[in-house]
């Protein structure tokens, strides 16, 4: 499965990141969402990659002194069929080569798929971590990397 670097203003891009945030704002009360709008999306420092068939994305966000994991969002027709595992080996692969030290995320509480997602990739949970606070709603996870 061929992965496409692209801008969340793609229409495609931007449909997916629209029913992936309308899925985060039924499950989590306001202000438990920390999903990044379009435009915080395509920032510099920020790398989104769509799935050639426009199923699945996701980013990676180059923080200070690690990066993060943000939107990582799988259409719910095609689950299953290793796109996040794909998307993720990605995010995993270019921090690793950039030499970043370490990747971390917050994700929702309830999302028993992502989390065994994150877990077989080698996250394992954490506090929370720059911006965020701690929250009923958040699990934190981190994952240590190494320079090829």
């Known amino acids: 499965m061929q992965l496409i670097e692209t801008s969340p203003h793609a229409p495609e891009a ?3 990141l629209a029913q992936s945030h309308a899925l985060m704002n039924s499950l989590f009360p306001k202000g438990s969402c920390h999903y990044l709008d379009l435009d915080a999306l395509a920032q510099p420092h920020i790398t989104l990659w769509l799935t050639q068939d426009a199923q699945a994305c ?3 966000a180059r923080m200070n002194g690690y990066a993060e994991v943000k939107s990582l969002f799988t259409d719910p027709k095609a ?3 290793g796109h996040a595992d794909r998307l993720l080996s990605q995010i995993i692969a270019t921090a690793t080569a950039e030499g970043l030290p370490l990747l971390r995320l917050e994700t929702g ?3 028993d798929a992502a989390h065994r ?3 077989r990739h080698g996250f394992t949970p954490r506090g929370p971590f720059g911006p965020y606070e701690d929250s009923p709603y958040s699990i934190f996870m981190e994952k240590p990397l190494t320079a090829p």
Do not use: D, H, M
């Open 14 to 16: 931007a449909a997916l």
């Open 58 to 60: 996701s980013a990676l």
């Open 79 to 81: 689950r299953g069929k």
């Open 109 to 111: 509480t309830g999302l």
């Open 117 to 119: 997602l994150y877990t």
